[in-house]
Nanobody, 124 residues
Framework: QVQLVESGGGLVQAGGSLRLSCAAS????????MGWFRQAPGKEREFVAG????????SYADSVKGRFTISRDNAKNTVYLQMNSLKPEDTAVFYC?????????????????WGQGTQVTVSS
């Protein structure tokens, strides 16, 4: 069992940056693939970024490539999402998720544990 708590969301102007954090409790955090998803109002939840258990493999949605960076610190049981050059269309609730798979997956069904989400609002 893994409990996930996101933090770092907030209001930022377009072009600005935010860093989201996801703190995990429970055992064997380093064995989980981790991912970030987001859900904008009226839209389905979508994959944003994922990172393998050791950090050696990452995957990004096309819409965030070159702007967002996912990383993890297994010693701190934390995964991060650095978001730069934010756009109003990035406005969403961002969710952290953990997967028992050994490879990065991009589907909601591939993740076993979810956080409660943190709101990110980008003003124009």
């Amino acid at each position: 069992q893994v409990q996930l708590v996101e933090s770092g969301g907030g209001l930022v102007q377009a072009g600005g940056s935010l860093r989201l954090s996801c703190a995990a409790s429970g055992r064997a955090f380093s064995s989980y693939t981790m991912g970030w998803f987001r859900q904008a109002p009226g839209k389905e939840r979508e994959f944003v970024a994922g990172i393998s258990w050791g950090g050696g493999s990452t995957s990004y949605a096309d819409s965030v490539k070159g702007r967002f960076t996912i990383s993890r610190d297994n010693a701190k049981n934390t995964v991060y999402l650095q978001m730069n050059s934010l756009k109003p269309e990035d406005t969403a609730v961002f969710y952290c998720a953990a997967s028992r798979t050994r490879v990065v997956v991009t589907t909601i069904a591939g993740y076993d544990y979810w956080g409660q989400g943190t709101q990110v609002t980008v003003s124009s």
